[in-house]
């Protein structure tokens, strides 16, 4: 009974942490940076992710920039299966 409820304290500790780590990796930020920070605020670390994302998608350079690097990938695997043949 102890052992259990000792694990499910430790899960709902450590979720949060876990999601704005895994949002912030997936978004090319540092896993761990933001885990840590999850683990010490984590609810304002989270706010804090998601107002970053926002500013970075909302940034119409960025996203330029986002949409050619998806052009020149593309072109780079085309030319790379181009080679292949």
């Known amino acids: 009974m102890f052992v ?3 694990l499910a304290m430790l899960f709902s ?13 997936s978004h090319g930020r ?6 840590f920070l999850g683990c010490f605020l984590p609810i304002v670390s989270f706010f804090v992710l ?3 994302v926002y500013r970075q998608h ?4 960025q996203r330029l920039v ?8 593309e072109a780079v695997e085309k030319e790379l299966m181009k080679n292949e043949e």
């Open 66 to 73: 986002e949409e050619a690097r998806a052009i020149l990938a």
């Open 50 to 52: 998601c107002a970053l």
């Open 30 to 35: 540092s896993f761990w940076l933001w885990f």
């Open 4 to 6: 259990d409820l000792l």
């Open 13 to 25: 500790v450590v979720i949060l942490p876990l999601t704005t780590g895994y949002c912030a990796y």
């Open 58 to 61: 909302a940034d119409p350079g």
